[in-house]
């Protein structure tokens, strides 16, 4: 999502004149194996959580700041304070307020704990202001998502659900607070 697409097709011939090369050099036949990386599958997945209260803040200018705290945060997806990410993110609800400048943070209590973030400031973004049970879809999390997140402050690891033609199954549960427990006391 904070990357443009573009036609990858003429690496082909590229990679292929590439592989003859090494395989000239070494006097043996060349496998290339490639891994796609979030480029190919970050828009396969989307992180989803529920809207559960709001806060606000004032900047040094005074200025208000709209925090919509959900039950997602860096513990789940990472990248947007790791590295100030850009993942797109939609409101879903029925009866959604008109559109405001909002923050969308997580629940851990850490200044980190924001998914719309840059340079390790939040940042908000102009979407519908939602209710307390609203949905908070997150874009671009197809790639690294499960892989780097963590139990940080308690908080379970999410389920994973795949979408295939209409049909949804269950392919991770969500953790239990026992299943937390076995892997903190063995």
Same mark, same amino acid.
């Given at each position: ?5 573009? &036609? ?10 590439? /592989? ?29 959580? #529920? ?15 709209? =925090? ?8 789940? @997806?990472?990248?947007?304070?790791? =590295? ?10 029925d009866? @959604?307020?008109?559109? %405001? ?6 629940? /851990?209590?850490?200044?980190? &704990?924001?998914?719309? %973030?840059? &340079? #390790? ?10 209710? /307390? ?10 790639? =690294?998502?499960?892989?780097m ?11 994973? /659900? ?6 949804? %199954? ?9 299943d ?7």
């Open positions: 999502p904070d990357l443009p697409r573009e &036609d990858i097709s003429g690496y082909k011939s590229i990679l292929a004149e590439r /592989v003859k090369i090494l395989e000239k050099h070494f006097g043996r036949k060349i496998v290339c194996e490639i891994e796609p990386g979030r480029r190919f599958v970050a828009g396969c997945g989307y992180l989803i959580g #529920e809207v559960r209260a709001f806060n606000h803040t004032f900047d040094e200018d005074g200025k208000r700041l709209n =925090y919509v705290l959900g039950n997602i945060g860096f513990c789940h @997806l990472l990248r947007p304070m790791a =590295y100030g990410s850009f993942h797109p993110i939609w409101i879903v609800g009866n @959604l307020g008109p559109k %405001q400048d909002i923050i969308v943070a997580g629940p /851990v209590c850490e200044s980190g &704990d924001v998914l719309t %973030q840059k &340079d #390790e400031e939040p940042v908000p973004r102009r979407l519908p202001m939602p209710k /307390v049970g609203d949905l908070i879809v997150v874009g671009g999390a197809g790639a =690294y998502g499960f892989a997140s963590s139990n940080y402050n308690s908080q379970p690891l999410l389920p994973e /659900v795949v979408v295939e033609e209409n049909k949804c %199954q269950l392919t991770r549960r969500r953790q239990t607070l026992d937390m427990l076995r892997e903190e006391i063995g």
